[in-house]
Structures are given as C-alpha cells and as structure tokens.
C-alpha cells in the first residue's frame, strides 16, 4: 500500500472532501486507512471499572482509495511512485520527482 502512517493526506471524496489529515492507522488487507478528525462516529459506551459511560467519539477507516498523499516538497496531492536507490525502494512524488521520506 502506498500511504502509510504519519503520512498527510488530502480526502478526495465523501462527507469530508477537501480536508486535510493525518494517517493514524493503516488496515492493509481491507484496503482502509484511519485518518484523524474523520469519519468520526458516535458510540454508546457502558462504564467499567477502568473507564466511564457515556457518548465516545471514534474514528472509523476510510477506503485508501478516497485519500491522496500530499507531497512535503511541492506541497500538493500527488500520486506516489517508486525508485530503487542503492538496492532500497523509495516512494517518490509523481509530480517532482522528490523521494518521499517518512
């Protein structure tokens, strides 16, 4: 997969088109990836003994192909490519060509 955690990324489409986040978690077999702040839901909560009820807000996955990785160089929503460097693969932005580090 070519988005990864930490990465910033751009929402193409949805309830959250346009916004900008950053990947917290990524669900390779399902194709999904967790950004912050969305696809924020609502859950209902019993208390415990280690935590307290209520309303808990959690981010939910998104499918990966709904984001776009957002290049630190030219600072845009780029499409990702790879290079093999010294015998090691890099992603690298489509658009300038930089290698994207993590």
Same mark, same amino acid.
């Given at each position: 997969?070519?988005?990864?955690?930490?990465?910033?990324?751009?929402? #193409?489409?949805?309830?959250?088109?346009?916004?900008?986040?950053?990947?917290?978690?990524? #669900?390779?077999? #399902?194709?999904?990836?967790?950004?912050?702040?969305?696809?924020?839901?609502?859950?209902?909560?019993?208390?415990?003994?280690?935590?307290?009820?209520?309303?808990?807000? #959690?981010?939910?996955?998104?499918?990966?192909?709904?984001?776009?990785?957002?290049?630190?160089?030219?600072?845009?929503?780029?499409?990702?490519?790879?290079?093999?460097?010294?015998?090691?693969?890099?992603?690298?932005?489509?658009?300038?060509?930089?290698?994207?580090?993590?």
């Amino acid at each position: 997969m070519k988005i990864q955690k930490g990465d910033k990324v751009k929402i #193409l489409s949805g309830k959250y088109k346009g916004k900008d986040s950053v990947i917290e978690k990524v #669900l390779p077999k #399902l194709h999904r990836v967790v950004a912050e702040n969305v696809n924020m839901v609502s859950k209902h909560v019993k208390p415990s003994s280690k935590t307290k009820g209520g309303i808990v807000k #959690l981010p939910k996955s998104i499918h990966v192909s709904t984001v776009m990785l957002i290049c630190p160089k030219c600072s845009k929503p780029v499409r990702i490519g790879y290079r093999v460097i010294d015998g090691k693969k890099y992603r690298v932005c489509r658009s300038c060509k930089e290698v994207i580090k993590k």
